[in-house]
């Protein structure tokens, strides 16, 4: 019973703050869940959820190349500048940041339910986009591997 309570709290605080992602999923969870096939369906969604939404974001993301819209010149002429260099860099750190908060994921449950909470509450009241658990995963990643190192010299 606390499932339906959690996630119709979600679709209520999606609603509240007026964001689609949050009210979306957490209603095809909720009906997933009430319909009976929650046993059957959340395995796969869990396991290969996060492979899937990165994939459809990639789709979205390549769009501009497939229509031509984007061609190597642009891509050359994008990384010229100091502007183009900071956010080819940014990208690059972001992917092996995200890379790394798989890991942590996948070894420590509690940095995954820590995380979901911070990224319900970014999502639902901050507009955040919820890529927050793989990117936040591996800023903690990076952090904490950090920490010890410091930890190791003193």
Not at 93 to 114: S, Y
Request: aromatic share 8%.
């Amino acid at each position: 019973m606390s499932a339906y309570l959690f996630l119709l709290m979600l679709v209520l605080i999606g609603v509240i703050s007026n964001n689609q992602s949050v009210i979306i999923a957490s209603s095809v969870l909720l009906i997933i869940k009430a319909i009976g096939f929650g046993d059957q369906l959340f395995p796969t969604l869990a396991s290969k959820g996060i492979s899937w939404g990165v994939t459809i974001i990639t789709i979205a993301v390549l769009v501009p190349i497939a229509t031509g819209d984007i061609g190597f010149k642009e891509l050359w002429n994008s990384i010229k500048g100091p502007v183009g260099i900071v956010a080819f860099a940014s990208g690059m750190f972001v992917a092996i940041a995200a890379g790394q908060g798989v890991q942590l994921m996948r070894v420590d449950p509690v940095v995954t339910t820590a995380l979901l909470a911070g990224t319900i509450l970014a999502v639902g009241f901050m507009k955040g986009i919820p890529v927050g658990p793989l990117v936040g995963a591996g800023i903690a990643a990076l952090i904490l591997g950090g920490y010890q190192v410091i930890e190791k010299w003193f």
